[in-house]
């Protein structure tokens, strides 16, 4: 349920600011899954949703080998991470934006 509400926010937001949505799920078969991929013109945020108020390194785990793959692919695209959590206070750990 709290995925769903913050895609809905961001959603909301971008539909506000009369953007496209641009929001997109990703899972490949090699185990690489997002909660959210959010396009703009010259980038894509990789977003992951969890409810707990405690991040753990785990956590990351598929936003950092996301954007090893999307380096991989296109070295001028850039990839902006964000973990979304339960949590109180923001940080960033390991170059991911923790909210």
């Not at 380096?71 to 001028?76: I, K, N, Q, T």
Request: a neutral charge; glycine letters at 10%.
């Amino acid at each position: 349920m709290f995925e769903s509400w913050v895609a809905a926010e961001i959603y909301k937001a971008r539909a506000h600011a009369g953007l496209p949505p641009g929001l997109f799920h990703i899972r490949v078969d090699r185990g690489l899954e997002l909660d959210l991929l959010v396009q703009t013109d010259s980038r894509v945020v990789g977003v992951e949703v969890k409810s707990g108020a405690t991040v753990v390194s785990e956590f990351l785990r598929s936003l950092l080998r996301f954007r090893d793959a999307i380096s991989d692919l296109d070295p001028h695209l850039e990839a902006t991470l964000r973990l979304v959590s339960g949590g109180e206070r923001g940080a960033t750990q390991r170059g991911v934006r923790v909210i």
